[in-house]
């Protein structure tokens, strides 16, 4: 399968814990987004990559999250001292052009 | 006001009937897509316009520049097209990330 894939596709945790999901774009795709998607709503923005470059950071993206793309290729979004409102499903996408296949998303219950 | 807004927010209609899905947006797009999400959370795009109209199958999507709205159509609609269906457009103001700022979706649902 060469799309967008992400790990975990679930996550259950203890508010206030740690948890770090993971993204692997389509290969020779330069840009890697991350959107979040609560119940009911359409996915938000939260960060994007061009390369490894973090280039742009929504508001919603807290002090308590942090994404890196350190070789340009996989990325990484860790969520510290989760809350119960940080559960959602994470969706990222990749794109080289207009369009971005999306990954099939990492669903997060903070308990 | 959120800058996407999708109508009707739930539709329920029977197998072999006409839908359409409206979406009016608020701000210039450089893009607007028309996607598709059933329960497992996997999005996958149905389709890309910046004008006129496209059809693929039973979909047919159309767009309105002028009047910023675009529709999305299905005929002879089928139990599997059951899905969220979202729009998302693509701000012509946003000439780095080039995100894309979304609907709040359409749950349809469409029983035999």
């Known amino acids: 399968d060469t799309g967008v894939s992400q790990d975990p596709r679930h996550k259950i945790t203890k508010r206030g814990q740690n948890v770090t999901f993971r993204c692997d774009p389509i290969s020779e795709h330069n840009r890697l987004y991350w959107y979040r998607q609560t119940l009911g709503q359409g996915p938000e923005f939260l960060t994007y990559f061009q390369n490894e470059a973090q280039l742009e950071k929504s508001r919603l993206l807290s002090d308590r999250f942090s994404a890196e793309r350190p070789k340009g290729s996989f990325s990484t979004l860790e969520i510290q001292r989760t809350e119960q409102g940080d559960s959602a499903m994470y969706l990222c996408?990749?794109?080289?052009?207009?369009?971005?296949?999306f990954g099939p998303g990492t669903r997060l219950t903070v308990l | 006001k959120n800058e996407v807004e999708q109508s009707p927010q739930n539709l329920t209609a029977q197998e072999g009937e006409f839908i359409t899905i409206n979406c009016s947006y608020s701000v210039g797009i450089s893009a607007l897509h028309w996607l598709q999400q059933h329960p497992g959370g996997g999005i996958v795009s149905l389709f890309m316009?910046?004008?006129g109209k496209k059809k693929h199958g039973r979909l047919i999507a159309t767009i309105n520049i002028q009047e910023k709205h675009s529709s999305l159509h299905i005929t002879a609609s089928h139990p599997r097209d059951s899905a969220v269906y979202i729009c998302a457009v693509r701000s012509r103001r946003d000439q780095g990330a080039q995100k894309l700022v979304f609907g709040q979706g359409t749950r349809l649902t469409i029983n035999p």
């Open positions: 996408a990749s794109s080289l052009t207009a369009v971005a296949p």
């Open positions: 316009l910046s004008s």
